[in-house]
């Protein structure tokens, strides 16, 4: 028996028996990354997981003590991927930087284990799959981004913490690219500093029962975002988070998005709970969302196309929405829907088309109408079938006690209730942009649903429900613009209108 194999089998031993970290003698065996003893070490991993105590990480003791454990892990990652074995991260805390998972790896993280985030340290993500094939991620253990240290102040207005590094630049807690034929189950993705979960021009990854929860405060804490990926299913999940909850880009550069599927899920932001981009910019098709319950949202279901990438056939199906409104500089407007398409960049910018949008079986609650707007492109082909919405009253902010929005066009501050949100939107006058980017919304009322430049809608069995009594900025039951209506609304003259305008 070889030490080198002699440090697997403790690993083992310590996984079965919850034995106390290996002593410096074992920790000293391990074998070097080449010769026979490594061979048999990879061997054994083959068929045991390996824990990465026998190559001396150490879970922290306490709230000042900080061990980095990025190598240790590693090492142990590098030898379950070359024997296609497996990782067992034991309980407790384990702070890391950058860890990278390759092809063939099972990695699980037992009950009470813990991956964070190292500040400072941690660049992309607290794990990585890059470029990689058939890996394996499990739970219960949790993934933790420590989001409370990137903290640099608080803004109560806008109800955010400031972070102390630009969006994009902090780290992601799980972080998947290039990579094909990733499973992930159960596992926790918690506090991180910006999105939980990123995946990007990767296909075949299959996400079941995982829990994601960033900060109700922090901003472009994302839930779940694949970027320009094919054949991505997340089902029977749980996200609560500040910002959007599942968000679908396409990014320039690295292909479509195709073949999304979410099924099962809830959902809770302070932004939207699904949103398609602001990265629009190939194309993004075959998408389904069902059964899904979005709760305490400030946004439900949206589009916010801002590029060139076209958006075909997507559909909510069996959907709860409850959406209420926060402070205005997070998206959404308290909307049950919002789709819009414009430029982001600059006004003269392309933009795609939108085309094949169904929203089947939806009932709820919201605080705003829904906004379905074409507005640059036109959206051609809509159905909204079994819908039935309340209009209702809800947060401190449609009392009138939050911060006000301001208006595109002079800045001037009006309040937010039954606004229309075009956001984010290229502003030709450079003196608003930046108020605007976040703050500015066009002055309307809460119309139930109200259609833009849309051509071929459908509405079967559609019931719209304002509270009773009405407030002054509860607009109808159905709107449109001039050119829906010449275009023609079938199903317009069956909508069931309770205690709209007149």
Sequence with gaps: LTMGTLAVLVAVAILAEGLPPPTAAIQASVPPSDGPSFRAAMQHAATSCIDPRVYGAVPNRGAQDHVVNTVAIQKALDVASAARGCVTIPRGDFWVADLVVSDHTTVMLNLGARLSATPNITVKAVLRVNNAVDVTISGPGEIYGNAE???????????????????????????????????????????????????????????????????????????????SCINVTLVNSRIDVADDGVCPKASAGLGPLQGLTVRNCTIRSGSHAIKFGSNTDTTMRDVLFDNIT????????????????????????????????????????????????????????????????????????SENGALISGLTNGLHGLLL????????????????????????????????????????????????????????????????????????????????????????????????????????????DTVRCINGAS
């Design 149 to 227: 240290l990137y903290i640099a102040s608080y803004i109560p207005i806008d109800n955010e913490f400031q972070p102390n590094a630009a969006d994009g630049s902090r780290p992601n807690n799980l972080l998947v690219e290039n990579s094909v034929g990733l499973t992930v189950r159960g596992i926790s993705l918690l506090n991180s500093s910006d999105w939980h979960f990123r995946m990007v021009k990767s296909r075949d990854i299959y996400v079941d029962a995982i829990t994601i929860e960033g900060d109700s405060r922090f901003p472009n804490n994302d839930g779940f975002d694949p970027v």
């Design 294 to 365: 979005i709760i305490d949202s400030n946004g439900g279901m949206a589009i916010q196309q801002r590029s060139e990438g076209d958006i075909i056939n997507v559909t909510w199906s069996n959907v709860i929405v409850q959406t209420r409104y926060r402070a205005p500089r997070w998206w959404g407007n308290g909307d049950w829907i919002s789709v819009t398409n414009g430029p982001q960049r600059s006004p003269a910018h392309g933009i795609g088309t939108i085309s094949n949008i169904s929203f089947i079986n939806i009932t709820g609650e």
């Design 385 to 492: 079938d079994n819908v039935r919405i309340k209009i209702t009253t809800s947060s401190n902010y449609s009392r009138g006690l939050g911060p006000p929005c301001y208006t595109p066009t002079t800045g001037a501050a009006v309040p937010c209730m039954g606004t229309r949100d075009y956001r984010p939107l290229a502003d030709a006058n450079a003196t608003h942009h930046n108020l605007c980017h976040y703050y500015c919304r066009t002055g309307a009322v809460a119309d139930g649903l109200y259609l833009e430049r849309v051509h071929g809608a459908v509405l079967r069995n559609v019931t719209i429900e304002f509270e009773s009594p009405r407030k002054e900025w509860f607009g109808k039951c159905l709107a449109m613009d001039a050119e829906t209506a010449a275009a023609g609304v079938v199903g317009a």
